[in-house]
């Protein structure tokens, strides 16, 4: 492992593609071997036959670059590469096989059999690098040290096992011995154990004493976590114990990047997110299974239609096939929202900024009539950025237009489609819109769902209209009601 790590980038990508092309190409004969019952005897794999596996693992794991992932921190994305390029390499190997023959020699189970070999086999390569490389890793560190200095956390989110990587990385005489948290207790975040609750901080310091790793110091690893409140106690029993507390932001200087009045803000947010209405947390709930499943049902619908537009972007437009530009979600919490590229690039080719009606492709205007272009953002409503239905995801620059700056409009997720571009859309001003908005979070349920989702057909093909009873309803609700204070 340590001559790999030593050799140059595309000398260690050479390798790992290698080992994935021959790991592949076993898996072949291994297919065919268990789809048999384990037995040898009817085998009858030409080395051509192997050739063409190799060669069509080559290409399909290059194309999806699963070469690049040999982990030493895995996500969910890299897993679901290495399931794709699994099964991407099965339909390809079995279309050459049709191709040849019509598969008469290729039994219905092998090709599935073929996939999930493909896919445990280079998910133990990379699982077992990662185990190996953390474990040498932290072994180094201890090494290094002469004089440790035990360190509690507060807090086990995602925070924590940034914590715990950048302790082991930057300093590695704090090691962390212990982590306190309402939930999960019994947990190990990176070798790490959840040893009590957060009320638990002096009988957790006295536990680690006697085991001779009584805490150096405390950090606080997610003030969001925690809450002010309990932030005080901890800090109160930390200073009669006499051990230092730390925040882990403030260690980081991250909290001043915090924008004005978010420090603030922060802990109340976070607290109205977790409180949905009560009499519709139901709905809610149903809607966002709802969601997930008929954006999943719909995408895979429209991926032909889905595709042929890309490969027409790709064509008159160039790369890249997909926008993506910030917007604000639910709690105004930033994302990625998808789309496909409409216009050309802000620049001239003498460095000067284009306006947006020169920009503008006639293929743009077409996808943006027919909406082909938001399809992309049924990935948005499956990952839960966005749902079908609800107000549509502002930039930054628009949310300023409002008079609360979009916080009652984020209340809930934006959606693909809304009350307001079904009554007017583009048409419509930034208070209409607003109103509309505000009138559909406090009638929103599954039947006006399904009206908009009707109404949104009924647009593309007819065109934005303004609907004059529904925004003078909705106006003269905006002036009558309470403003919203809680979020779902």
């Known amino acids: 492992m340590r001559v790999l790590d030593d050799l140059p980038g595309w000398m260690r990508g050479a390798l790992v593609r290698c080992c994935d092309v021959t790991l592949a190409s076993l898996a072949w004969p291994l297919a065919f071997w268990i789809r048999g019952d384990f037995n040898a005897s009817p085998l009858n794999i030409s080395w051509i036959e192997l050739l063409f596996v190799a060669c069509a693992a080559a290409v399909v794991f290059s194309f999806l670059g699963v070469h690049r992932i040999m982990w030493r921190f895995a996500t969910v994305g890299d897993l679901v590469r290495v399931a794709v390029g699994a099964l991407m390499l099965a339909a390809v190997v079995t279309a050459i096989a049709f191709t040849v023959d019509r598969g008469v020699e290729l ?17 133990a390569v990379r699982a077992t690098w990662m185990v190996r490389t953390r474990a040498r890793t932290a072994a180094q560190a201890v090494d290094r040290c ?28 704090a090691v962390p011995v212990g982590i306190l948290d309402d939930e999960g207790v019994g947990r190990v975040l990176e070798g790490v154990p959840v040893i009590g609750r957060l009320d638990e901080l002096r009988a957790a310091i006295a536990r680690l004493a006697v085991r001779g790793v009584r805490p150096a110091r405390i950090l606080v690893t997610s003030q969001k976590r925690v809450g002010e409140e309990v932030l005080q106690r901890l800090a109160r029993i930390a200073y009669a114990e006499r051990i230092p507390l730390d925040r882990f932001e403030q260690l980081l200087r991250l909290d001043c990047y915090l924008v004005l009045g978010e420090r603030a803000s922060l802990s109340a947010t976070a607290h109205a997110r977790r409180e949905p209405i009560a009499d519709r947390r139901l709905y809610f709930a149903v809607k966002r299974a709802l969601d997930a499943t008929l954006a999943a049902g719909a995408l895979l619908f ?42 050309h690039d ?29 399809l992309p953002q049924l990935w948005n409503v499956i990952r839960g950025d966005m749902a079908l239905v609800g107000p549509r995801p502002l930039l930054d620059r628009e949310l300023l237009e409002l008079p609360d700056r979009g916080r009652a409009r984020a209340l809930i997720r934006p959606g693909l489609t ?53 925004v003078a309803r909705a106006l003269a609700e905006r002036g009558a009601e309470p403003a919203l204070g809680v979020m779902a």
Do not use: C
């Not at 509690?152 to 930057?170: C, M, P």
């Open 418 to 470: 809304g009350w307001a571009q079904v009554n007017g859309g583009q048409l419509l001003s930034v208070r209409e819109k607003e109103a509309l908005d505000l009138w559909y979070i406090r009638h929103a349920s599954l039947a006006l769902d399904l009206k908009i989702l009707w109404l949104t057909a009924v647009m593309i093909v007819r065109g934005e209209r303004v609907n004059g009873a529904e």
């Open 107 to 123: 039994p219905r189970a092998v090709p599935f059999v073929f996939a999930l070999l493909v896919f445990v086999a280079l998910f």
């Open 346 to 374: 802000p620049l001239a080719p003498d460095g000067s900024l284009l306006r947006d009606e020169e920009r503008m492709h006639p293929l743009g205007r077409w996808l943006r009539r027919l909406r082909i272009d938001e």
């Open 302 to 343: 429209v991926a032909p239609l889905l595709g042929l537009a890309m490969l027409l972007v790709r064509l008159w437009l160039g790369p890249p096939v997909i926008f993506r530009q910030l917007r604000r979600g639910r709690g105004l919490v930033p994302f990625e929202l998808l789309k496909l590229r409409t216009m």
């Open 146 to 173: 002469s004089e440790l200095r035990p360190i509690l956390l507060i807090g086990a989110g995602e925070e924590a096992v940034l914590a715990i990587r950048v302790l082991r990385s930057f300093a590695p005489a």
